[in-house]
């Protein structure tokens, strides 16, 4: 089991920043990536950046040279600094972690808000 407490988001004007922060506690070791999943109100949940191991990381292409995800190791966190915000980066940001080890498992922090204000 890997348990995820997120923290940071809130209102923030357009243009502005925001920092996200993902904590991993309990079966860290067969983490393989961790990353940040956003859902808007009548849209579908999707992948915003994701970052390995390696700290390899993909963005969507719609945060591109806007976000930057980082991994603290010795900490077991996960940032996601959000640069110049609009507000179609408005939506509930998830944090995810994905484990190996035997069968790949999912697990997801407990969400948190981001309104971007024009």
């Known amino acids: 089991q890997v348990q995820l407490v997120q923290s940071g988001g809130g209102l923030v004007q357009a243009g502005g920043s925001l920092r996200l922060s993902c904590a991993a506690s309990?079966?860290?070791?067969?983490?393989?990536?961790m990353g940040w999943y956003r859902q808007a109100p009548g849209k579908e949940r999707e992948l915003v950046a994701l970052?390995?191991?390696?700290?390899?990381?993909r963005y969507v292409d719609s945060v591109k040279d806007r976000f930057i995800i980082t991994r603290d190791a010795a900490v077991n966190t996960v940032y996601l600094q959000m640069n110049t915000v609009e507000p179609e980066d408005t939506a509930v940001y998830y944090c995810?972690?994905?484990?190996?080890?035997?069968?790949?498992?999912?697990?997801w922090g407990q969400g948190t808000q981001v309104t971007v204000s024009s």
């Open positions: 995810y972690a994905r484990t190996c080890g035997g069968p790949i498992n999912t697990y």
């Open positions: 309990g079966r860290v070791h067969y983490i393989m990536n």
């Open positions: 970052i390995f191991r390696d700290d390899s990381s």
